[in-house]
């Protein structure tokens, strides 16, 4: 027949279409931690069962419209009325929610509990980026969340201005950050890896841009990393970033950003401490390179209208000092 | 079929005419109270809103059909989304069923006019003036941009300074009054003024439909109202319901929300399952099955609507076993809608369905209706929705429910009603043709959504990055755009040309089982000089021919039954179980009394929202002028 044959050709274009975005994409059925794997279990089970009951149900709807063309005032049939109702609206619906309920329960119960010796972290979310802070190693930094393959996390979730909600896809579910309330997830993730997070709760004009990145370490990578911050390095490593150094505290960057070891101690903006070594810039909205970081400092309106951070002008000479020193903080 | 005629009744109907028809122009306009005119108008103003709506939607599906796309500014995208939400759901859906519940109630019933007809034209007023309120927004170029559910604290005075968020959160308040007052007229109509004999399980379903959604409306539409008010008294007055530093919650104004907010979903979706019900029962010829079924099924879903709401706050971090019991009354509400479902199967399986254009909108709306459900269940899995709230799944998800099951009824509705409302009727070639376009169009842009969820894009996003693999869906989810829009285009253009060039309708075109279909078309403003009285659930299809009240008359019944009544201007009321003739009523008169009052209203708000204690005064003032005038005359004529 031509319209399950057509319709095959869409499923099978669509899926086609969604293998190649999976690629590359922060795609919730590729999961990285135990709960993304446990909703991806559900998610198959009720794809499963959705998938039966639209084709049945559909299959139904075609065959009650065309049966009774040709007869004179309708075409009588062994299924009454309310055997129609009672068996298709509620007996089977009845044991397809208990199932789905059953799933519900088992999931929930298995995902979210506290364990044993947990990483710490608390992010803050802020129009419209994230500060991390480790508690623990003392250490705050923005936009880059690292966690240990295999470890317990514990991850503190508080506002600072309005509601955000933070969600990595590969990693689990969403948990919002609502002011004056501290919320908690609990997760862990079970392969090393980079993978995309980003604000799912309209925050104002600047939340299409307040994306983050879970890094996923080794455990000796992690703490090499975490040791890192704990210790930052005492001073500029050379010439250039000495005299960058002097142009940032001169600027009015010192006001908003803090530069642990310096005097900058701003906290309207993310903490520079290691920005050097980010992957991306203003919440992972453009790859941190000196192009972009040199675009974002004179102007990161054009990057992010509405962001929080003005255009700063700063002579050419002192700009290439400044970019030197900020790439140097690692 | 033959058309069961009313025998010949022996009243002049010039001399009706002459009682009961408007002042012609301007007057007449503005003093109205003729349900048949306030049901057109809040339909036209209804679909005026929709296509204002749809052409912010096609600006935003094209900003999203390419990455890091500069269609228009992320403020003017913020703004387009919250007002595209607004306005679909406060000045489209909810009005449109109020104007085919205002339209049909008293057809369907076998009576002259609403129970409260002078509240019915204030309803429609507020809703007016409600819809440029919230649109001088636009004119002043300060649209809110809180999105259509204006969560604190982002909607508060710090983070959202500006006039905008006024316009908001006012204007919800005040077209809430237009809902509300709608809804006790639609609950006493249906309770009241059914013509004799038309016990309670002979109510079309439609009207059960409308029922079960006005008691939805009365208790859910307080809470929004409230919602909004404390926002409000936030941010004009300084107050602190909402602001967690001084001691309010953020997560109060949520609960609230959604304590409308959900129920507000089926308040939508309820009348239009009453529309496909009638749609489906004329087209399959047949009765509708498992009437009683479906009528306690509208019912239970009224009732059930109110467990859900928390079922949008999953992600707030609640217990878990507070959670649990939403999860579990969000899976349960499946049965209901599961019910009609196989009630409408089993109605066409047993019947020979004919593919009208009204058939085939209600045949799409059970493709896609079917899906929007299997969806709405898997939202209702906790641990599956934290993954998906506020992803683009849930986009995809409440589109297929509002849009492909709320919408695509009233399309079918209006090539259904359109004949008898209009006295004309609508080409069924272009009916098809508008049919397909929209059907494919609807699951070209929406269907992808789902995929675009689960590829981890957020919600009200004005823009993307490439390389997420988002890019491609986006697109085709824009072209599906544009295909739907054609798609109403052409129904809004068949509508245009029909109102004036469409053939002549008979009184009952469609061959249909229900009253409304008795009387001429257009009704005349009386609706039937006769009340007709009612033996059957389908009067049409088994009382040949179908009798009036005039032999009731004689024996004990109120004489505002026969066409004497409709010359005294007087409606029937009857009892709220089994339809007895109880008594006469009298019928008001047009006036500009609503007009008055609806005005006196919009001038506080205007008030507020400018903060000029005068002109708040004003309004104050004039309404009240309004109210004691409107109390005082009750319009009794007994000449
Ligand atoms: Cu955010």
Known sequence: MRAPARLAFVAAGLVFLTACSTHGSPYMFDPKGPEAHRITSVWWLMFTLAAVVYVVVAGFIFVAAFRGRRSETGKPSRITDNGFIVVGGIAVPFVILM?????????????????KNPLKIEVVGKRWWWSVEYPDQHFTTANEVHVPVGRPIELGLDAADVIHSFWVPQIGGKVDLIPGQHNVWRFKVDEPGTYRGQCAEYCGVQHAHMAFLVVAESPAAFDTWALRRENPPSGPTGQLEATGQMVFMR???????????????GTIGPDLTDVGSRKMLGAATVPNDEGHLAGWILDAQTIKPGALMPPISIEPRDLQALLAYLRSLK | MAIADIAPLGVDEHELEEIWSDAPGIPGFFSTVDHKRIGMRYIYTAFFFFFVSGLMALVMRSQLSAPDNHVVSPYTFNQMFTMHGTTMIFLFNTPVLAGFANYLLPIELGTRDMAFPRLNAFSYWIFVLSGIFLYASFVVGKM??????????????????????????LGIVFVGISTTVGAVNFIVTSFKLRAPGMTINRIPIFVWAVLSMAFMILFAVPAVTLATALLELDRLFGTAFFVPHLGGSTLLYQHLFWFWGHPEVYILFV??????????????RRPLAGYIWVATALIAIAFISFGVWVHHMFATGMPIQAM??????????????GVQFFAWIATMWRGKVEFTTPM????GFLLIFLLGGITGVMVAVLPFD??????????AHFHYVLNGAVVFPIFGAIYFWYPKMVGRKLSERWGHISFWMMFIGFNVAFFPMHILGFLGMPRRVYTYPSGLGWDHLNLISAIGAVIFAVGTGITLVNWVHGRWWGPKAEDNPWDADSLEWSTTSPPPEYNFAAIPVVASRHPLWEQHPLPHAEALVDEEGPKSLSAEGALHHQNTETTGLDARPERALELPHPTYLPFVLALGLAVFFVGLLVKATIVGAFGVGMALVGLTWWAWRTDVDLS
């Open chain 2, 386 to 395: 934290w993954q998906v709230t506020d992803s683009y799944f849930v986009v």
């Open chain 2, 360 to 363: 085939l909108f209600a045949m």
């Open chain 1, 99 to 115: 199932v789905l309920a059953w799933a519900t329960v088992d999931a929930t119960n298995h995902v979210r509990r506290p364990e």
């Open chain 2, 271 to 284: 009348p239009a399952t009453g529309m496909v019900s009638m749609i489906i029962t004329v087209f399959s």
């Open chain 2, 324 to 337: 649990s019991f939403f999860s579990a009354v969000s899976l349960i509400i499946a049965i209901p809608s």
């Open chain 2, 144 to 169: 809110p941009d809180g999105g259509w559910f204006g969560y604190t604290p982002y909607t508060s005075k710090v983070y959202n300074p500006g006039i905008n968020l006024d316009f908001w959160g």
């Open chain 1, 251 to 265: 600027s009015p960057c010192a006001g908003c950003h803090t530069i642990r070891g310096t005097a900058a101690t």
